[in-house]
Each structure stands twice: as C-alpha cells, then as structure tokens.
C-alpha cells in the first residue's frame, strides 16, 4: 500500500530555496481534516477523544483540536504536561509512571495550574503514596499484554486492592489506562480480534471492581492502531464509565498509519520531510540530507517511503545521511533536488525538529516552534519562573 502513495501536488512548497534542509513542513488543512475524521468516526463527540500529543507536540496543533472541542489529552513528558496547560487543554493525563524528581515536577505544574484537571497512572503503593497532599487523581495503569508497564489484567485482586490504597491516601481514583499498542503489527481482521478478547479481560476487571463497590469513573483505550477496533466493540458502549480512545498518530497521520487504518477511514498524511538529494556516491544510489537524527529509524528500515517514487527504496541511514536505492529502470534525482519524505513513524521524527513549516496551497505561511519537544531542564530550581 506504500508504494501505491502517489505525487500529491497539495504537497508541493514552492519558494524552498530558501529552505535549509531536512525540514519539517505540515499542511494545517490536511490535519484539520484528520481531525474531523476522527470526530466523525466517534460521532462528533469531542469528549470521547484523550489525544496523545507525544505526536502533535506544537502548540499551534493543540489549540486546533481544542478549537474543535477537544478537551482531554495524555502526554509522556513533564514538558508535554507543560505544554498542553499552557495551550487551554482542560484535563491531561501524564501516561508515564513519574518517579522521584519527575514526580515533583508534575506536581509544581498541577499546583501551577490550578484550572486543569491532572492525573498521573500508578501501578504499585510506591507510586500511589508519593502523591498524597497533591490535586492530582489516578489511574491505575494495566498492562494488556505489551509488557512495558501496568498491573498485568489478569491480576484483578491487585487493581482492586491499589484502588483502596488510592483512596486511603486521600487520593481520588479516576479510573483505568490500557494502552494495547502490541497489536499494531496484525492484519486488520486479526488486529480487531485480538483487541477484542483483551477488551473482554479488561470487563471482567471492570466487573470484578464493580462487585467492589469501586467506582469507575473512566476508561482510556486504543491508541492509533487499535483505534478501529475499539470503535467495533459493544461493551465500551454499554458500561457504566466514561470510555475515551487516545489516539495521537492520526494527527499526522504516517506511513504506518496509512498501513493500519485502510483508505475507507479517511486520514491523509499531514507531516513531510522535505530533504535534499547531497550525493550519488555509486550507481544505483543517491543520498539526501535525512539521517535517523531526522527521520526516526525506531520503526526500522526503510525509515520512510519517499512521496511519488515507489522506484525509490531508503536504504539504511546513518545519522544525517540517507541513501536511497533507484530501481535501474528508473530516472535518478539531480544533486540538489527536492524529495518529500514520509516517515513510518512520526511522533519521534517530529520531537527531532525545533521548527515546523505551515504549509498552505504550496506556500510557508509559518514557521511554529515544535514547543513540546525533547525535554525540560533536568535541574529544576525553587525560584524559577515559568512564562
């Protein structure tokens, strides 16, 4: 399906020879246009939607969701925390098990903003009593098979039990965090089984606190691959908890997206890379100026698929270098040409970037800074002020 992605002239920048490359260029009206799907695809109901913005990480993308009555995020970072109070989110989740000096720095921005609505997860006591005397509530994180962090979903009793120690801390219990982005990998039909006999565990767990006179106030599911799956299950419809879906890929929308969530649903990439071609070191190849300090390489290789060339296949990068095989029948690009990158995974390619380029029927309108990206200063002092 990848290398049916044709040449789009909505893609087109003119007047890039101006432009140092690898640039980050986004088109707000193709992600206004992921945003309304998504709206649409949960009935047009904003509330339903806690977007991840580990992937969108610009304030000006933030404020286009909340302009669309997008209130509820999660982020990743103390930074991205920071970053959405700023920008009139109304409630965020820090999806991260913050720990030690992390854990105070959430807290100094919770008692910052007092208007937000700040949750943290927790999965252990340890977790849970280093928020006592905090405005912030918890969800209890569970682990839904991918292993990287939770209680796992079969230990009901232990959900149950830290729901009470929530409680005996002063603390209050918001509900529960399943991330089941394991399930990325499978063919669609197989994707949506699999989420949903996890989802079927995930009930009998919200059954087993109901037997336990707890309340359950939400539960988050379903980032970008699991997002059609969970829309097809009948049982969030039916509980007795607010369930939202916490998506974030989408915004954007990269070449894994187009992969996982098939034409019929409607998303277009929002997100390039524009780089230039440096170099044709031996035939067959040429390299451009987007290493994996550009395009991430975390999805593996090929990192990205190059826009209108299914002739051209990125071959391993090294840090800012990226060559690309040309198939022999095929024309090779000019030194100094112009290619349009589109990466398998974009929230990581997009923290590698200071600015974006807003892009409008093919001219920079903008440039915006990527405002959550990397991380705050590691030494946080008493008197510091935040602007």
Known sequence: MLNELSWDQHYCVSGIEDVLTPALVMYPDLIAANIERTLELLSGDADRWRVHIKTA???HTLRMLITRGVRNFKCATTLELLVACRNGAADVLL??????????RARDIANQFQD??????AENAEQVWQWRNSRVGIFVDINPGMNRTGIEQSQRDKVVALTRQIAGAGLEF???????????????????????RGYDRLLE???????SSIHLPEVITSG??????????????RGNFVHRVSPGTLVYCDATSVEQLPNQYGYRPAALVLTRVVS????????????HKTVSADAGVPTCVVIGHPEFTPLTPSEEHLPIAIKEEAASPQIGEVLYLLPRHICPT???????????????EAMESVSARGREAPLQTADRTHG
């Open 205 to 211: 767990m919200v059954g087993e606190l109901g037997r």
């Open 95 to 104: 999806a991260y098990p913050a720990m030690g000096a992390n854990a105070c």
């Open 224 to 237: 970008t691959p699991t997002f059609p799956c969970s829309l097809a299950y009948g049982g969030f419809r």
């Open 280 to 291: 044709c070191p031996h035939s067959g190849i040429v390299t451009c100026d987007a290493g």
């Open 174 to 196: 918001r509900g529960l965090h399943y991330y089941d982005g394991q399930y990325g990998g499978l063919e669609e039909g197989e994707r949506t089984q699999a989420a949903h």
């Open 116 to 121: 937000v609505r700040i949750s943290v997860l």
């Open 350 to 364: 997009v923290n590698n970037f200071d600015y974006a380029l807003l892009v409008q029927n093919g001219n920079i």
């Open 57 to 59: 990480k610009l304030g």
